[in-house]
């Protein structure tokens, strides 16, 4: 889809109903609901975060999706792939200006060139303890990204037609926090397998966007 059709068809998305945890639970891994009940407790004290969906037009004025792979480091969300954001800082205002600015800081978009269009389900994230916001925004330009090089290992551009294709739904095997190995779904997208909140949170943006047509 062109970003000129986009625009047209995102005036609709104000409006429309977020389907939160039927989207998100559709990507959960299958001991999500467990992990939640064995860390109920922990969600009172949770840090926050902000993070953003940011649509763009690339160069041929196709719509697409910009997503980070985090650089590998000791911690529980080493080399994978999220959106731009982070935590909450004294600093900003709200979880909005939190998503917006880590946008910049991580791939360089500029603050003023950014547009939030709608607020999203919050996700927790029981291994790292965040509750996390995230934000569905747009671009009007065709962003010159800059990564963050200590924390971004590189940037990685999906066109909205690859992302919803319905074909990149795959399962991946990962290892729970008891040392047992199970399949959990998965988006593979430009060649990375996306899983955990990350898909959680682009499933319900999928959901939102098939509504649109």
Request: no cysteine; hydrophobic share 40%; aromatic share 8%.
């Given at each position: 889809?062109?970003?000129?059709?986009?625009?047209?068809?995102?005036?609709?998305?104000?409006?429309?109903?977020?389907?939160?945890?039927a989207?998100?639970?559709?990507?959960?891994?299958?001991?999500?609901?467990?992990?939640?009940?064995?860390?109920?407790?922990?969600?009172?004290?949770?840090?926050?975060?902000?993070?953003?969906?940011?649509?763009?037009p690339?160069?041929?004025?196709?719509?697409?999706?910009?997503?980070?792979?985090?650089?590998?480091?000791?911690?529980?969300?080493?080399?994978?792939?999220?959106?731009?954001?982070g935590?909450?800082?004294?600093?900003?205002?709200?979880l909005?200006?939190t998503a917006?600015?880590?946008?910049?800081?991580?791939?360089?978009?500029?603050?003023s060139?950014?547009?939030?269009?709608?607020?999203l389900?919050?996700?927790?994230?029981?291994?790292s303890?965040?509750?996390v916001?995230?934000?569905?925004?747009?671009?009007?330009?065709?962003p010159?990204?800059?990564?963050?090089?200590?924390?971004?290992?590189?940037i990685?551009?999906?066109?909205?037609?690859?992302?919803?294709?319905?074909?990149?739904?795959?399962?991946?095997t990962?290892?729970?926090?008891?040392?047992?190995?199970?399949?959990?779904?998965?988006?593979?997208?430009?060649?990375?397998?996306?899983?955990?909140?990350?898909?959680?949170?682009?499933?319900?943006?999928?959901?939102?966007?098939?509504?649109?047509?």
């Amino acid at each position: 889809m062109n970003f000129d059709e986009f625009l047209k068809s995102l005036l609709k998305i104000k409006n429309i109903q977020l389907p939160a945890e039927a989207s998100q639970f559709k990507m959960a891994p299958p001991f999500r609901k467990e992990l939640l009940k064995q860390t109920e407790n922990n969600i009172k004290t949770a840090k926050q975060a902000g993070v953003l969906a940011l649509f763009y037009p690339n160069s041929n004025n196709i719509t697409t999706l910009v997503l980070i792979l985090r650089k590998t480091y000791k911690g529980v969300h080493s080399a994978q792939v999220a959106f731009p954001g982070g935590k909450l800082e004294h600093s900003d205002a709200s979880l909005k200006h939190t998503a917006i600015r880590e946008t910049f800081e991580e791939i360089g978009v500029p603050i003023s060139s950014i547009e939030i269009i709608k607020t999203l389900s919050q996700v927790y994230i029981p291994p790292s303890n965040f509750y996390v916001q995230p934000f569905l925004g747009i671009s009007s330009l065709t962003p010159n990204f800059i990564k963050q090089d200590d924390e971004v290992e590189s940037i990685i551009e999906v066109s909205l037609q690859h992302f919803l294709d319905e074909n990149i739904i795959v399962k991946k095997t990962v290892k729970t926090s008891y040392n047992v190995e199970v399949e959990v779904p998965a988006f593979k997208l430009n060649g990375h397998v996306v899983w955990g909140a990350t898909a959680m949170m682009l499933s319900e943006i999928k959901d939102l966007i098939k509504q649109l047509n």
